[in-house]
């Protein structure tokens, strides 16, 4: 069963936007915590942003505040990463994860990943 699956990723234009989509099964709706992070090639998986599965708590790494928007939609079972204003340096693998304990930035908090789309930005 497939518990994190992204969606929406491709190749944008700088100063353009794009939207990513996670879907959440029904499993992972009784974690604590969904969020985004980030690879690009030869670099770390970096922390992007993060929303509490209950509640409206939201929490962005600096390189996202301000240009970045994660929310849920109504049903909660899809959680959106918008992104505007893009960057050359936002190119990466985008990936969501859940967690049910931890630091919200922390990758090895996280428990369940999806596969990852891919961004690219570019002219």
């Known amino acids: 069963q497939v518990e994190l699956e992204e969606s929406g990723g491709g190749l944008v234009q700088p100063g353009g936007s794009l939207t990513l989509s996670c879907k959440v099964s029904?499993?992972?709706?009784?974690?604590?915590?969904v969020a985004w992070f980030r690879q690009a090639p030869v670099k770390e998986r970096e922390y992007v942003a993060a929303?509490?599965?209950?509640?409206?708590?939201?929490e962005y790494a600096a390189s996202a505040k301000g240009r970045f928007t994660i929310s849920s939609g109504s049903t909660r079972n899809t959680v959106y990463l918008q992104m505007n204003i893009l960057k050359p340096e936002d190119t990466a693998v985008y990936y969501c994860?859940?967690?049910?304990?931890?630091?919200?930035?922390?990758?090895?908090?996280?428990?369940?990943w999806g596969q990852g789309t891919p961004v690219t930005v570019s002219s």
């Open positions: 029904e499993f992972i709706l009784g974690f604590y915590a």
């Open positions: 929303s509490g599965v209950i509640g409206d708590i939201t």
């Open positions: 994860a859940a967690q049910n304990v931890g630091a919200w930035s922390r990758v090895d908090d996280y428990t369940h």
